[in-house]
């Protein structure tokens, strides 16, 4: 049947005013074309299983140091998705006194970075345990501990309300909003989530790794909390894929490459909240981006194995605790130039001392000047 002046059947018409994905009738029932998804399945799953078996034949030590830089950069680059810059140091710390790491240069962490490092360690340390309305509000009050989000008083431990009117996702200048989508009302969300949990908790048959990806998608459609969200969603995902790993260890950030590539990101979720149950493009996305992931491992790893082998060579040299600090910051990538009147700042001693430091460390041929010139000097290792 025909229907208005431009020739559309009734069915057209029906589906075009079903604007997103989560208003088509049989939602969330999503479908997929499995041969067009086993090949990049099968490379990502052979990945995890080489990776997962490096990391096995390190020793402890070594494992439990790339670990520390996995955590560090999945919470900085998910929060970084958002708009939203951590202290490196104070994450790192976080961790690590979390996991009961005893490292050197540790420094206070703030409540909000707290946070979403419990967040974090929850869902991968304890990946083993069920999902839960009451585990996702924990998740959600330790990202907002004041109940603030920026200048906004916001809903925390508790879905949505939509006082104010509906949950979109908008972009542009006010009175050229741009709305790339739209969320269920709150209203349906205590049986949303209901629906997503049950499932989450008792779907056995999906491939784990494809589960992380529809768990994603379904999650972050359902927009159930009014901030944090995408941090959320990225969660559900990282504990779903370590089970897929059978490890609570991750050597691997999702979040980091998702960072990279987040226009791509942002563009296959709009694409697929406004297209129906057929998800293959989105599920082939999320593939591609794991593979990405899996592969700047190698990167983490070799920072790992050349802090180990500095350390491992210069085993008998007598180094103090501060300059322990600086060339571990070093090793990992320190932040612009090392002068003298850094190294006082961030291991707390006068001028004199962190002189005295790094003419013995030069002494000791750890550290050199660096050959470009300039008003200060500045520091490198040999």
Not at 126 to 151: V, Y
Not at 223 to 246: K, M, S, W, Y
Request: hydrophobic share 40%; net charge neutral.
């Amino acid at each position: 049947m025909k229907c208005g002046e431009y020739g559309l059947y009734l069915p057209q018409i029906l589906r075009r005013m079903n604007t997103y994905i989560h208003q088509i009738k049989n939602w969330p029932h999503f479908t997929w074309k499995n041969e067009e998804l086993l090949s990049k399945l099968g490379k990502v799953r052979h990945l995890q299983g080489k990776l997962l078996g490096k990391m096995e034949s390190l020793g402890f030590a070594l494992r439990e140091e790339a670990v520390l830089e996995t955590l560090t950069l999945d919470v900085l680059k998910s929060s970084e998705i958002e708009g939203e810059v951590l202290n490196p140091e104070q994450v790192r710390s976080s961790i690590a006194r979390r996991l009961g790491m005893e490292i050197s240069g540790l420094v206070p962490s703030d409540r909000n970075v707290d946070g979403v490092v419990e967040m974090m360690l929850d869902a991968t340390q304890k990946n083993d345990q069920p999902l839960s309305k009451e585990r996702l509000f924990g998740w959600h009050a330790s990202l907002f501990p004041t109940g603030w989000s920026g200048m906004y008083k916001i809903e925390v431990g508790d879905w949505r309300k939509d006082e104010t009117g509906p949950m979109q996702v908008v972009s542009g200048a006010m009175g050229k909003e741009k709305v790339h989508y739209q969320a269920p009302e709150a209203a349906l969300l205590n049986q949303e989530m209901k629906t997503f949990i049950d499932w989450f908790n008792s779907e056995k048959q999906l491939d784990p790794v494809l589960k992380a990806a529809v768990a994603h998608l379904w999650f972050v459609t359902i927009h159930p909390f009014e901030d944090g969200n995408g941090r959320i969603a990225r969660a559900v995902t990282d504990l779903q894929l370590a089970r897929a790993d059978g490890s609570k260890q991750r050597f691997y950030s999702m979040s980091a490459q998702i960072r990279l590539e987040r226009k791509a990101y942002y563009d296959i979720l709009e694409k697929t909240q406004k297209g129906d149950m057929d998800i293959t493009d989105w599920l082939s996305w999320f593939l591609d981006c794991l593979h990405e992931a899996l592969l700047t491992t190698d990167q983490i790893l070799a920072r790992v194995l050349t802090k180990a082998k500095f350390w491992e060579n210069h085993a008998v040299v007598s180094i103090n605790d501060r300059q322990r600090t600086i060339i571990n910051k070093l090793l990992d990538g320190f932040d612009g130039k090392l002068t003298s009147s850094k190294w006082a700042k961030i291991t707390k001693c006068s001028p004199d001392t962190a002189l005295r430091d790094i003419t013995d460390l030069m002494a000791k041929q750890i550290l050199r000047k660096e050959e470009a010139g300039g008003r200060s000097t500045n520091y490198e290792l040999f």
